[in-house]
């Protein structure tokens, strides 16, 4: 006996928590990034990238001060650093 599985339609992945920052944004650590990353040496940095495929709809890539390579990060440890933007 032979089982069909249903075809399912495509699933369209939408980015939409991650337009609240755009590429050369000043961010900071968020309360959950310092507590997720105490080690971390740069708390300030800037947005370089942001993906738009549907596998890192979730995060960014922010160029810490003082580092040389962009770490990416989800969006939930980052926020807007209103003081230097």
Known sequence: M????????A???QVTI???FRVADRVRLSALGQKRA????????EVVHIPRHKSSGQTLE????????????HWSYIEIDEARS
Not at 2 to 9: D, E, G, R
Not at 38 to 45: I, K, L, M, Y
């Open 2 to 9: 032979k089982f069909k599985l249903p075809i399912l339609p």
């Open 11 to 13: 699933v369209r992945y």
């Open 18 to 20: 991650v337009t609240k």
């Open 38 to 45: 105490p080690r971390a040496r740069a708390s300030t940095g």
């Open 62 to 73: 922010v160029l810490f001060d003082g580092n040389t390579r962009p770490t990416r990060i």
